[in-house]
Structure formats: structure tokens, C-alpha cells
T-cell receptor
Framework: DAMVIQNPRYQVTQFGKPVTLSCSQTLNHNVMYWYQQKSSQAPKLLFH???????NEADTPDNFQSRRPNTSFCFLDIRSPGLGDAAMYLCATSSRSGSTDTQYFGPGTRLTVL | AQSVTQPDIHITVSEGASLELRCNYSYGATPYLFWYVQSPGQGLQLLLKYFSGDTLVQGIKGFEAEFKRSQSSFNLRKPSVHWSDAAEYFCALSSGTYKYIFGTGTRLKVLA
């Protein structure tokens, strides 16, 4: 089945230690998104890639970076995680065609910062 | 300004009872509307979406939603709830761009 895959599902890191989260997709979608979701809150968009075009949300901290080496993969790098970065990180994809996108989400990576 | 409101933070229903989750939106034109479900520790799964046409939309898992322009609502319904439906439900709006506006979510509890 076509899907969005996130690895690892659970990640523990130490305060200030860089961490990378991975997302891959078999849907061949041209748009990939990263969201941060804290407990009992709605997902918050961090940035998205439209093909290779990177789009950062205005309020995304500089501590968060992303890479998309090819259509299938996208990475979220947190350069110096703080305690406030502990959250669920969701990757989503969509196919930009027609008038709007339908986003399909992966299972998420739960990040713990010690 | 565009917004999505889910008035009910928590809802509890008995298994087998009917369910309606409310979603109200604010948008100047016809929005694109979505309902997603999130089980604990999981990602969001698309239940259904409304883009245009028939205002009653059928989704997966026996869910349906009705778009009512006059009430700016897109309520989610299910005639008979199963214990496995316990989860958090998010309504989302898109204005036709990449960005979704999510509601704050409704957490559904199902009593046996």
C-alpha cells in the first residue's frame, strides 16, 4: 500500500544534542510537510517542500531545519533541542494538482528531550 | 480571518449510540473542509473531505459529514459508535493553498 513512513517512531535525545527525524513516502507526491504537535493541541505547520522549493513558516524557530534530497525522502533536523521541543512530529504529503491539496499523514515520531 | 472552531473539547457517548461532532468555520468563500481522526500516539487519518458538489459526504469507518453553508458548519456524524472510535477528531479548512487551518480537536470517549 502507498504510504507515508516515519522513522524512528520514538526518539529520545539530550538537551542540546542534534537530532534528525526521517520521513519517506511511496505516494510520489510532490509536496511534503513537517508539523509539530504538542499534547492536546492541533498540529502546527513548521515548513513544507513543493518539489525542491523550501517554504518556511514565519514563526518556525531557526533551530528547525529540513532537507529533501529527493522526491521520496524528507528530513527534519533539530540543531539544539530544548525541553520545549518535546512533541510529536508529523510528516504529511500531498499532490499539488487542481484547486487544493489533500494531505496524508505519517504515524509520527514522538520526541523526548532529557 | 479564516478560522475553525470545534466547540466541544471532550465528548462521551455510549457504544452503539449516535455521534455528532461539531465544526464551525469562518471563511469568505467556499472552503475545502476535512475531518481527520487521530488515535493515541498515531498520525492523522483522513476520514472524509468536502470540496464541492453534494453537501453530504460519506467517509471511511461509517462516518459522514454535512456541509451547511448557511450555518458555516461541517459536522461529523456516525449512527452507531464503536469502542474503537475513541480518538481525537480534527476538523480542518483549506482555502485552496497548501496551508490547513485546524480546529483544536474533540476528544471522543466511548463507554462500553
Amino acid at each position: 500500500d502507498a504510504m507515508v513512513i516515519q522513522n524512528p517512531r520514538y526518539q529520545v535525545t539530550q538537551f542540546g544534542k542534534p537530532v534528525t527525524l526521517s520521513c519517506s513516502q511511496t505516494l510520489n507526491h510532490n509536496v511534503m510537510y513537517w508539523y509539530q504537535q504538542k499534547s492536546s493541541q492541533a498540529p502546527k505547520l513548521l515548513f513544507h517542500y513543493y518539489d525542491k522549493d523550501f517554504n518556511n513558516e514565519a514563526d518556525t524557530p531557526d533551530n528547525f531545519q529540513s532537507r529533501r534530497p529527493n522526491t521520496s525522502f524528507c528530513f527534519l533536523d533539530i540543531r539544539s533541542p530544548g525541553l520545549g521541543d518535546a512533541a510529536m512530529y508529523l510528516c504529511a504529503t500531498s499532490s499539488r494538482s487542481g484547486s487544493t491539496d489533500t494531505q496524508y499523514f505519517g504515524p509520527g515520531t514522538r520526541l523526548t528531550v532529557l | 480571518a479564516q478560522s475553525v472552531t470545534q466547540p466541544d473539547i471532550h465528548i462521551t457517548v455510549s457504544e452503539g449510540a449516535s455521534l455528532e461532532l461539531r465544526c464551525n468555520y469562518s471563511y469568505g468563500a467556499t472552503p475545502y473542509l476535512f475531518w481527520y481522526v487521530q488515535s493515541p500516539g498515531q498520525g492523522l487519518q483522513l476520514l472524509l473531505k468536502y470540496f464541492s458538489g453534494d453537501t453530504l459526504v460519506q467517509g471511511i469507518k461509517g462516518f459522514e459529514a454535512e456541509f451547511k453553508r448557511s450555518q458555516s458548519s461541517f459536522n461529523l456524524r456516525k449512527p452507531s459508535v464503536h469502542w474503537s472510535d475513541a480518538a481525537e477528531y480534527f476538523c480542518a479548512l483549506s482555502s485552496g493553498t497548501y496551508k490547513y487551518i485546524f480546529g483544536t480537536g474533540t476528544r471522543l470517549k466511548v463507554l462500553a
